[in-house]
């Protein structure tokens, strides 16, 4: 167990699970604007009050939630070891652990990614995605990227963009695809641009 966290009452956790399924649920029946405190309370089978002791209000409760996601994406990411060896395969197994994350929780990624109506949770899975890319591309040394001239920065936007488009289109098409095929065809679509 880790030292660093406190450990959290199970009743908490599990009215925030209501809470959050709650405001998944009704996220996929209506615009943001029209949910209420009061809708998700009862979605969620509590009392109004019990929300304000979680959260301050919605805003609040989607910018907790947007953590939370970034949270259990880098925990999914970290759970497999990676052989020491080429940073291309370490790579191609952290998309199929970010795609094997994302199926295994399609029911919320569809709404938060599926569609436009909370931009907090693409924001976050692109600064995210950009800080992975960075990453990747500080680590390859007499690349393409220097051979080609071309910059480190636009290389990372170019990346994180690609990535994060890639996301969000297998999301809204009901992810046709398993997470290994559509992670190798990106890692084959890279090698050629």
């Known amino acids: 167990m880790n030292q660093d966290k406190p450990r959290i009452d199970p009743r908490i956790l599990r ?12 996220l996929h029946e209506m615009e943001i604007e029209k949910i209420t405190v009061n809708r998700i309370a009862e979605r969620a089978t509590i009392n109004r009050v ?20 970034i949270e259990d994406i880098q925990n999914a990411l970290n759970r497999k070891p990676f052989q020491p060896g080429l940073e291309e395969e370490k790579a191609f197994f952290v998309m199929v652990s970010l795609l094997e994350h994302i199926a295994e929780h399609a029911k919320f990624y569809k709404v938060v990614l599926g569609s436009k109506r909370t931009p907090i949770f693409t924001e976050r899975l ?3 995605l950009s ?18 001239g071309i910059q ?23 992810m046709p695809y398993t997470p290994q095929f559509l992670a190798q065809q990106f890692s084959l679509l890279n090698h050629l641009v």
Do not use: C
Not at 15 to 26: E, G, S, W, Y
Not at 164 to 174: C, F, H, K, Q
């Open 15 to 26: 009215t925030r699970q209501l809470l959050k399924d709650a405001l998944i649920d009704l």
């Open 50 to 69: 019990t929300f304000y002791l979680h959260y301050r209000d919605i805003p609040d409760m989607l910018e907790k939630m947007a953590d939370d996601m």
């Open 126 to 128: 692109l600064r995210m």
């Open 131 to 148: 800080q992975t890319v960075t990453q990747i591309v500080e680590n390859e040394r007499n690349s393409f990227i220097s051979e080609a």
């Open 152 to 174: 480190k920065d636009i290389a990372i936007w170019y990346g994180s963009a690609a990535l994060i488009g890639t996301i969000v289109a297998w999301v809204r098409n009901d």
